[in-house]
Every structure is written in C-alpha cells, then in structure tokens.
C-alpha cells in the first residue's frame, strides 16, 4: 500500500532556479492538493485538483504551477525560486472523507 | 470564509485526559477533521465529523457542535507517543473538499 508517494523528499534550490516536485498516489482518488507548511503557520493550499485535466487555485498559488494529466499524478512546478518558498511541502489525496498525505519535501531556497 | 482557531500548545500528564479545543467561522460548512503531526512527519487522519455529537475511536473522541461553530479532540489515558501537534481542519466551501486547516495545537505530554 504505497498511497501518497512525494519525491524528492530534501532538495535545495539556488534563487532562481526550478523544480518539479512529484506526487502520485494508488488510490484512484480524484481529489488532489499541494500545501505549504512554514513553522508556526498550518497548512497553507497552494493548488488542488478535481480531476484529471482540471487544476484550480488554492490559497497561495503565487510562483507555482501544476498539471494533472492522469489521476495518479500531480506534479507542483517551482519556476523562479525565491527564498519566501523555503518550507515543507505536502501534497495530498482524498475521496471526501479525509485527505491522506506523503511524506512532505523539504525544500530549502539559498 | 474560514478562520480557524485553536490554542497553540498544551501540557498534560501521562495517563492523563486532555481536551483540545477548536472554533470555526464559516458558511457552508461540511465537515471538521482531527489531524495527528508529529515532526517532520506527515499529517495522519485521526477523525471526521460533520453532524453535531460525539465520534468516539478507541483513546480518542471528536465532538462537534455546529451550532456554536465548535469542536473539542479528545484523548484519553495519554501515552508519551501522543506528543505531537494536532491539526483542526474544515472543509472549505467553494466545492474541491478543500480543507483549510488551523495552525495546530503542540501537545506536550510529561511523565
């Protein structure tokens, strides 16, 4: 039962550089979501997803972007990394009773 | 909107019974969740409520009252492996079954 799976699970990025962090999940769930987790300040929604081909905007969805071409993927894309998106991020799967989440990747912007 | 309160750490005793509370503001409510963190893991489902009353799970129980825009997590007979941070969490309204979460309540449990 792999469920969630996130990968990398550390990187560190230079100011200005991009990145992928992947997401996939075994569980047919259509519901798919990315958040942000800084010290002190809860789960922050960055994008989430109904469906495969639809994305929508979360909280804070500035200097991100994602895709969701099948069900089981949903990629977060960091374009320009600036040093506000060092944190933990989470990405997560539901069915409507619950989100269950992968490990988080710790990124860290330098 | 969503505006999600509760306190931010809390002490208790092995053995012992503590109650964490959380209060919500929202329309179109449809659903509260219980989340368990320790650090620098993932979040963990501990509990869903979306009618007024109490969901009992073994050691833990989640009230909800909707009425008054509140929920208390409960844990009973407190075990060292129950310090973590605890997440309250509601579904967004807008559709997606978005949860917006509350900044967390790091129990600290002491022998």
């Known amino acids: 039962n792999a469920g969630v799976t996130q990968t990398p699970k550390f990187r560190i990025l230079k100011i200005g550089q991009s990145m992928t962090l992947q997401c996939t999940q075994d569980?047919?769930?259509?519901?798919m979501y990315w958040y942000r987790q800084d010290p002190g300040m809860g789960l922050k929604l960055i994008y989430y997803?109904?469906?495969?081909?639809?994305?929508d905007k979360g909280e804070v969805p500035n200097g991100y972007n994602v895709s969701r071409s099948t069900t089981e993927d949903f990629p977060l894309r960091l374009e320009l990394a600036a040093p506000s998106q060092t944190s933990v991020y989470f990405c997560?799967?539901?069915?409507?009773?619950?989100?269950?989440f992968g490990q988080g990747t710790r990124l860290t912007v330098v | 909107g969503q505006n999600i309160d509760q306190p931010t750490e809390m002490t208790a005793t092995e053995g012992a019974i503590v109650q964490i509370n959380c209060t919500y503001q929202?329309?179109?409510?449809?659903?509260l969740f219980w989340y368990q963190q320790h650090a620098g893991e993932a979040p963990t489902f501990l509990s869903y409520?979306?009618?007024?009353g109490l969901e009992e799970k073994g050691r833990f129980s989640s009230f909800l009252s909707r009425s008054k825009g509140y929920s208390y997590l409960l844990l009973k007979e407190l075990q060292m492996k129950d310090s973590a941070s605890y997440l309250c969490?509601?579904?967004?309204?807008?559709?997606?079954?978005?949860?917006?979460f509350g900044t967390g309540t790091q129990l600290k449990v002491e022998l």
């Open positions: 997803s109904v469906g495969a081909g639809i994305t």
């Open positions: 969490a509601a579904i967004h309204p807008g559709g997606g079954n978005k949860l917006t």
């Open positions: 569980m047919n769930h259509n519901y």
């Open positions: 997560a799967s539901s069915e409507g009773s619950g989100a269950f």
């Open positions: 409520n979306v009618l007024d």
């Open positions: 929202t329309s179109g409510f449809n659903g």
